[in-house]
């Protein structure tokens, strides 16, 4: 079965912490992206990144930080710098520039304790 | 600034009955308008596609509509059921890697 994979689906983090949420895809898309879910309001982008080796800033990029070293693995780490950090994280893969829609993973839920 | 709003922002209905979401947008340009049905703690899951040309686009119980000229969208679900308690997400995409996203709107079916 072809899909897109995150983990943990919950995650607790002390303050001060960095903490890695993974994502992997094995539907041979070209993109992949991380975004953040709060309350009432719409998906914001965090990163995006096209091909390997290759990334860029989205709207709300700060105090996160990623890496695309496989086509298939797309990580996410949020560092101690993000300061409001509890949240619900998506992760999300295209073919190409993602004009034929997204695959959305199921998310992984970051609470800072 | 490209915006997309949404109402209402949550409704209830009794199961079987017809219900309709509404979103209107301010996005320019426009590629496509898409609409993603979100259950609580998952990941949205696409429902439909619609392009500039397209006025409506059925998946089953779902019928999205677009009107390009007044930039309003509906999605229309037809003899609900209770697995279609979710978030109703309305997303328009101005291009490459250019999405815009609504904040949803939260339908209950009761029995």
């Known amino acids: 079965d072809g899909g897109i994979t995150q983990s943990p689906k919950y995650l607790f983090r002390k303050e001060g912490q960095n903490v890695t949420l993974s994502c992997e895809q094995n539907?041979?898309?070209?993109?992949m992206y991380w975004y953040r879910q709060d309350p009432g309001q719409g998906l914001r982008l965090i990163y995006y990144?096209?091909?390997?080796?290759?990334?860029q800033k989205g709207d709300i990029a700060e105090g996160y930080s990623v890496s695309r070293e496989k086509k298939e693995s797309f990580p996410l780490t949020v560092t101690s710098a993000q300061k409001n950090p509890t949240a619900f994280y998506l992760c999300?893969?295209?073919?190409?520039?993602?004009?034929?829609?997204?695959?959305f993973g199921s998310g992984t839920r970051l609470t800072v304790v | 600034k490209n915006q997309v709003e949404q109402s209402p922002q949550s409704l209830i209905i009794l199961e079987g009955k017809n219900c309709t979401l509404q979103?209107?947008?301010?996005?320019?340009?426009?590629?496509?308008l898409r609409w993603y049905k979100q259950d609580t703690g998952r990941g949205p899951v696409s429902l439909t596609i619609?392009?500039?040309?397209?006025n409506t686009k059925s998946n089953g119980r779902y019928t999205a509509t677009l009107d390009a000229d007044t930039k309003q969208s509906s999605l229309h679900i037809t003899a609900s059921q209770l697995s279609d308690s979710a978030s109703y997400i309305c997303?328009?995409?101005?291009?490459?890697?250019?999405?815009?996203f609504g904040k949803g709107t939260k339908l209950s079916v009761i029995p």
């Open positions: 539907l041979n898309h070209d993109a």
């Open positions: 997303v328009v995409s101005s291009g490459s890697y250019q999405l815009t």
């Open positions: 979103c209107n947008y301010t996005v320019s340009p426009f590629s496509n």
């Open positions: 999300a893969s295209s073919i190409r520039d993602g004009s034929y829609g997204y695959t």
């Open positions: 619609m392009t500039f040309s397209e």
């Open positions: 990144s096209q091909i390997v080796n290759d990334f």
